[in-house]
């Protein structure tokens, strides 16, 4: 069983830059793929940004790419989202969850559905205004 905790949300200015950390309970090879996910008030959940662990290869939606970047601290057992340059329309719970045991394309390609990211954290704030 993966717990995961998120931190680092918080109220900034436009253009302004934010650094999201996800701290897992466990880090094994199993642990294939960290994503970052957000949700909007009266929206869908969106996946923003996924990495495929120990590859040092990720996956961008086009809303974040160029923007955003995420990446990840092996021994530290954490995952983190460096946001910069951020917008409004970038306002809603983050959130990060971790798929076990899949392969690298469906991660690094961005068509890895939902339902396979068995564990997610409770989610942390993020306000551009």
């Known amino acids: 069983h993966v717990q995961l905790v998120e931190s680092g949300g918080g109220l900034v200015q436009p253009g302004g830059s934010l650094r999201l950390s996800c701290a897992a309970s466990?880090?094994?090879?199993?642990?294939?793929?960290m994503g970052w996910f957000r949700q909007a008030p009266g929206k869908e959940r969106e996946g923003v940004a996924y990495?495929?662990?120990?590859?040092?290869?990720?996956y961008y939606a086009d809303s974040v790419k160029g923007r955003f970047t995420i990446s990840e601290d092996n021994a530290k057992k954490t995952v983190y989202l460096q946001m910069d340059s951020l917008k409004p329309e970038d306002t809603g719970m983050y959130y990060c969850a971790a798929e076990l045991g899949g392969d690298a394309q469906w991660c690094l390609t961005g068509t890895i559905p939902e339902p396979q990211f068995g564990y997610w954290g409770q989610g942390t704030q993020v306000t551009v205004s």
């Open positions: 990495i495929y662990t120990g590859s040092g290869s990720a």
């Open positions: 466990e880090y094994t090879y199993r642990t294939n793929c």
